[in-house]
């Protein structure tokens, strides 16, 4: 090996370690930046949760629940509700219709009971059980999905005039409201959009809007919380709509949560 030859392989030796380090510097903050800005599934689904209900530590709303298009004559059109949650529980009293005022499902860890006047002692329920009109029992409780599903991120795409994360939210057990349910919640406020609701066989059951017109303090800022949601069913015209109201952050004495004070 001559002389020249060896001074260039010296020169290559020596600029090699410095090219690397330059190329390694250059694409690390890139790889860090990335990695930085992936949304965190499970995060996204707890702050949507709190404009409906969810993991709050005490609040109240009235829900008037109303069904258009429904061919079943048993239906009841109208129904108005109180609810109380905190936490992980929630507890939803019928006040009208008139004929069943009075009743009560309780909601603790997925665990429902009902109780109403001439029952000796509360009954246990399903979430799935309809309420009224496309409204299931546990559509009316608080909304605790990050402790109910585990949550996927799909996508982003617009929704509307927004962008939406789209999550695929797949039920931890069996006695969850629905099996498997499509999320779109806003990136720019955390919020449901629109949601889409599965069977285990895959088969779509309905889908729901929402909107936001109500908020609430939480944490000292004010945070937004659900005014409607739109239920439809996937096989016929009918809908029900649920408006929400008196909204109120108090604290709830925990005997409420508690079945034996059901009845």
Known sequence: MDTHDRTVRRRLAQALPLALALAFASATPAAVGAAAAEPDAAAILAQSDRAR???????????????????????????????????NASVAETLEPLRQKGARMLNVDRVMWLTRPGLKKPVPISPRQR????????????????????????????????????????????????????????????????????????????????????????????????????????????????????????KIPETLFDVGHLD
């Open 53 to 87: 209900g969810g993991g709050l530590p005490g609040i109240t709303w009235d829900v008037v629940a109303e069904t258009t298009g429904s061919t079943d004559d048993d239906a009841t059109s109208r129904m108005v509700l109180r609810v109380s949650a905190a936490d």
């Open 131 to 250: 309420l009224t009109g496309q409204a299931a029992v546990g559509d009316i409780a608080a909304t605790n999905y990050v402790q109910d599903y585990a949550p996927t991120l799909q996508r982003e795409e617009g929704c509307g005039e927004r962008r939406c994360w789209v999550l695929e939210l797949t039920a931890k057990a069996k006695n969850t409201t629905y099996d498997r349910v499509l999320y779109w919640v806003t990136v720019d406020g955390h919020v449901a959009a629109r949601a889409q609701f599965y069977s285990v066989s895959g088969k779509l059951l309905k889908s729901a809007d929402f909107e936001y017109a109500n908020t609430v303090d939480y944490q000292g800022r004010r945070i937004p919380f659900v005014s409607r949601m739109v239920i439809r069913d996937a096989l016929s015209a009918a809908t029900t709509t649920l408006d929400y109201s008196r909204i109120t952050v108090q």
